[in-house]
């Protein structure tokens, strides 16, 4: 996907507003191109996609963009995929358009029917799927006269299947209409909410001087070898960088000569990375397992070949010149194999 750019400097960094407890560390440029969307969008329209894996910062920065729309006085619309509802149709729709239904009687007699209905507002004959969409998009584009309006929708994958369709129709056709829809989605994650072609771009994991001084902000009495062992585990993930520490005692934190083989992982941890093994096919699986009982780290022990493709994508695993490893030491320490394994 392309990535919006532009010229507007980054915000957030250091801001008691964007960024209250320093965790947009290294995002300088991630806050850069989500500005621009807004600014541009606030003008304009248009949507904007971001994709990254569990725990990368998405929802982070969707928060960053609520707040530099909020400061310009923009109106905010916010949503966000719910496996609880996924088979409810139009639940998501429904979310996002429930502060805009007073407005409903300012639209077309047909309009204001079609979601009347969809919506359960009302009752009669279930409206078509394209005039439930156009009757959306002019909801949208009607609350945005007075002032920009921004659509925020966090993990589209879990929307269910007729608010996704009708949503991607709606981004697809704001343009000129000062709304703008800025959404995130774990990558590789199936989805009805078709965003191919629509701008955007993949959020990557902290490089490893970002991710050390995102340690040193949070954690700055962290011993050496417990500073580099984080680093090592966390693979450039913030989520990780910061629930790892907190998981360790106040000595382990403090010595870093008693750290145990498996970091403990926190609930939300666990829940993230075991999500990066759910679609994973069974034999892919199979070898991950094999590998934490293994306990060398070497999966060539394992005649793994080219069943670790969907692990490595996953940032499972990683090959290294023909030495394919698991991501951890010998006894299955690196969260991205260990936390999801275990998890």
């Given at each position: 996907m392309g990535s919006i750019s532009g010229g507007n400097p980054p915000f957030g960094h250091g801001s008691s507003i964007n960024d209250p407890a320093g965790s947009l560390i290294g995002r300088e440029r991630d806050l850069a191109r989500i500005g621009t969307f807004v600014d541009q969008a606030a003008v304009q329209g248009g949507a904007f996609i971001m994709l990254g894996e569990a725990g990368v910062g998405k929802s982070v920065l969707l928060e960053a963009a609520a707040a530099r729309a909020l400061a310009a006085g923009h109106r905010m619309l916010r949503a966000s995929g719910s496996q609880f509802e996924a088979e409810l149709s139009f639940a998501g729709l429904h979310q996002v358009l429930q502060p805009l239904f007073t407005d409903l009687p300012n639209l077309s007699a047909p309009h204001e029917r079609a979601l009347s209905v969809t919506l359960g507002l009302g009752e009669g004959a279930p409206p078509g799927q394209l005039l439930v969409a156009n009757a959306a998009l002019a909801l949208l584009r009607q609350a945005a006269v007075p002032r920009p309006l921004l659509v925020i929708i966090d993990d589209i994958a879990w929307l269910d299947r007729a608010s996704a369709i009708v949503l991607g129709f709606v981004a697809r056709r704001l343009t000129g209409s000062r709304v703008g829809l800025l959404a995130a989605?774990?990558?590789?994650?199936?989805?009805?909410?078709?965003?191919?072609?629509?701008?955007?771009?993949?959020?990557?994991?902290?490089?490893?001087?970002?991710?050390?001084?995102?340690?040193?902000?949070?954690?700055?009495?962290?011993?050496?070898?417990?500073?580099?062992?984080?680093?090592?585990?966390?693979?450039?993930?913030?989520?990780?960088?910061?629930?790892?520490?907190?998981?360790?005692?106040?000595?382990?934190?403090?010595?870093?000569?008693v750290l145990p083989p498996v970091l403990p992982l926190s609930g939300r941890l666990q829940a993230v990375f075991a999500a990066r093994i759910k679609d994973l096919p069974a034999a892919t699986y199979d070898l991950l397992l094999l590998a934490v009982l293994d306990g060398t780290g070497d999966l060539n022990v394992l005649h793994a070949g080219d069943a670790l493709g969907p692990a490595e994508r996953a940032r499972l695993v990683r090959v290294e010149q023909g030495r394919q490893e698991t991501g951890l030491p010998p006894s299955a320490d690196r969260l991205g194999g260990g936390g999801a394994i275990h998890g």
């Open positions: 989605s774990r990558t590789g994650e199936e989805s009805f909410f078709e965003y191919g072609g629509l701008p955007g771009y993949e959020l990557q994991p902290l490089d490893e001087r970002d991710a050390a001084a995102l340690l040193k902000a949070h954690f700055p009495a962290l011993a050496p070898r417990a500073h580099q062992r984080l680093l090592a585990d966390a693979q450039g993930n913030p989520l990780a960088l910061l629930e790892l520490p907190v998981a360790l005692g106040d000595f382990q934190r403090v010595s870093g000569n």
